[in-house]
């Protein structure tokens, strides 16, 4: 079994930053894309960041400049760093990774943390 355990998150007034981690433990017998995905109430979730386990990054357009995502691979986590932000920065935020176990590949996907920006 595999689970991706997400920290940070919180409340932070426009213009400030955050940080985002997710942790990924279990049987895991490769990694794949990790990332994150954010969604907003009444809105569908959506891309925010990308990277692959060789580095290649994908942004959303809104967040290009602002946002950072980095791997440790040997500690199975992805990281967000969310500077400059703003109040349509708010949303739940969600990791993501594709992981190969002994027996499947798939989509795992963290609990999910609140990220409030106020004006």
């Known amino acids: 079994q595999v689970q991706l355990v997400q920290s940070g998150g919180g409340l932070v007034q426009a213009g400030g930053s955050l940080r985002l981690s997710c942790t990924a433990s279990g049987s895991i017998l490769a990694k794949h894309d990790m990332g994150w995905y954010r969604q907003a109430p009444g809105k569908q979730r959506d891309l925010v960041a990308t990277?692959?386990?060789?580095?290649?990054?994908t942004y959303t357009s809104s967040v290009k400049g602002r946002f950072t995502i980095s791997r440790d691979t040997a500690k199975n986590t992805v990281l967000l760093q969310m500077n400059s932000l703003k109040p349509e920065d708010t949303a739940v935020y969600y990791c993501?990774?594709?992981?190969?176990?002994?027996?499947?590949?798939?989509?795992?996907w963290g609990q999910g943390t609140q990220v409030t920006v106020s004006s």
């Open positions: 990277m692959t386990s060789g580095g290649v990054t």
């Open positions: 993501y990774a594709k992981i190969t176990t002994i027996t499947t590949i798939r989509d795992y």
